[in-house]
T-cell receptor, first 112, second 117 residues
Framework: KQEVTQIPAALSVPEGENLVLNCSFT??????LQWFRQDPGKGLTSLLL?????REQTSGRLNASLDKSSGRSTLYIAASQPGDSATYLC???????????FGTGTRLKVLA | DTAVSQTPKYLVTQMGNDKSIKCEQN?????MYWYKQDSKKFLKIMFS???????INETVPNRFSPKSPDKAHLNLHINSLELGDSAVYFC????????????????FGEGSWLTVV
């Protein structure tokens, strides 16, 4: 059974810092992994999707990496801004299933 | 145009009532989902439909009944509401889960906040 964990659960950093969010999953047989952002009272916005054959994906100041064999993904945020404050969730699509399993989320606060 | 829209956004109702949440996607996707987010913000899948057919029912009480009249709609009906049903319910869709790749990006609605009193 796939389990997805995110560390840390919460993070507070000063503006301008580079930071890394971690996502671990127990079953490495995955199709892809997706990172989302959730603002308070809002739905989820897809940030990056990494296919199982890829090692990383980049979008602007965001870079997501995937190490399938070790069951890990990281989301790197460069030069953080107060507008980056949100909860970040990773979700894994395990091979042979019709669902995404979500991690526990990291609540990020970037201080001005 | 909103890609995945769900109504109502807020719903306050008494225990024992029956209520429905509607969801529509205009992305032409084959697969639709209902997720429940609890008070600890943990997202858990409830149902998955592919081309109007139920694919996943994640041990959800049978008071919850999804209905997919067509590929673009997946409604959630809840009977005999209980206090523990209070949560945020998210509808989502993706192109198809039978393939890998960028077409599997999953898109979420804004959520429906259900409060049972």
């Amino acid at each position: 059974k796939q389990e997805v964990t995110q560390i840390p659960a919460a993070l507070s950093v000063p503006e301008g810092e580079n930071l890394v969010l971690n996502c671990s999953f127990t079953d490495s047989a995955i199709y892809n992994l997706q990172w989302f952002r959730q603002d308070p009272g809002k739905g989820l916005t897809s940030l990056l999707l990494i296919q199982s054959s890829q090692r990383e994906q980049t979008s602007g100041r965001l870079n997501a990496s995937l190490d399938k064999s070790s069951g890990r993904s990281t989301l790197y945020i460069a030069a953080s801004q107060p507008g980056d404050s949100a909860t970040y969730l990773c979700a894994v699509h395990t091979s042979g299933t019709y669902k995404y399993i979500f991690g526990t989320g990291t609540r990020l606060k970037v201080l001005a | 145009d909103t890609a995945v829209s769900q109504t109502p956004k807020y719903l306050v109702t008494q225990m024992g009532n029956d209520k429905s949440i509607k969801c529509e996607q205009n992305l032409g996707h084959d697969t639709m989902y209902w997720y429940k987010q609890d008070s600890k913000k943990f997202l858990k899948i409830m149902f998955s439909y592919n081309n109007k057919e139920l694919i996943i029912n994640e041990t959800v009480p049978n008071r919850f009944s999804p209905k997919s009249p067509d590929k673009a709609h997946l409604n959630l009906h809840i009977n005999s509401l209980e206090l523990g049903d209070s949560a945020v319910y998210f509808c989502a869709s993706s192109h198809t889960l039978s393939q890998t790749g960028l077409r599997n990006t999953i898109y979420f609605g804004e959520g429906s906040w259900l409060t049972v009193v």
